[in-house]
């Protein structure tokens, strides 16, 4: 355990933190996966347009600008932070191309819109 901490309280218990640092080990892949994502939806900007993308299943920049009031420049740079972070995709048709969230984030991202969703009418009641 070179360089690592040993906890010093009394009852520290071994066993806990040894099966603890397994399961963080064993699911090493998952966590910089799922903290790339957070880390990508963790802009408002960013957020916002997954949430549009979930509620319209696709949609273009050009939409994206009207809907937020910012310059397709400004969109389509945090439309491109999220491809390559691979948590959207994007279709051409013609000159336009469509943008929609990644069918395989759904799962992780829809209790957060959940949560925006109840806020807002939490807002709208008060």
Same mark, same amino acid.
């Given at each position: 355990? =070179?360089?690592?901490?040993?906890?010093?309280? =009394?009852?520290?218990? #071994?066993?806990?933190?040894?099966?603890?640092? =397994?399961?963080?080990?064993?699911?090493?892949?998952?966590?910089?996966?799922?903290?790339?994502?957070?880390?990508?939806?963790?802009?408002?900007?960013?957020? &916002?347009?997954?949430?549009?993308?979930?509620?319209? &299943?696709?949609?273009? #920049?050009?939409?994206?600008?009207?809907?937020?009031?910012?310059?397709?420049?400004?969109?389509?740079? +945090?439309?491109? &932070?999220?491809?390559?972070?691979?948590?959207?995709?994007?279709?051409?048709?013609?000159?336009?191309?469509?943008?929609?969230?990644?069918? =395989? +984030?759904?799962?992780?991202?829809?209790?957060?819109?959940?949560?925006?969703?109840?806020?807002?009418?939490?807002?709208?009641?008060?």
């Amino acid at each position: 355990m =070179e360089g690592k901490s040993i906890c010093i309280r =009394e009852k520290a218990n #071994p066993i806990q933190i040894s099966d603890c640092r =397994e399961k963080v080990t064993a699911n090493e892949s998952a966590f910089v996966e799922l903290s790339g994502i957070l880390s990508l939806a963790g802009n408002d900007v960013r957020l &916002k347009i997954l949430y549009l993308l979930e509620e319209e &299943k696709e949609l273009c #920049p050009c939409d994206l600008s009207d809907i937020l009031g910012m310059t397709i420049p400004a969109i389509s740079q +945090h439309l491109r &932070k999220m491809k390559d972070g691979n948590i959207i995709e994007s279709r051409k048709t013609g000159q336009t191309i469509f943008y929609s969230l990644k069918v =395989e +984030h759904l799962k992780l991202l829809r209790p957060f819109f959940k949560i925006i969703d109840q806020m807002n009418l939490k807002t709208e009641t008060a």
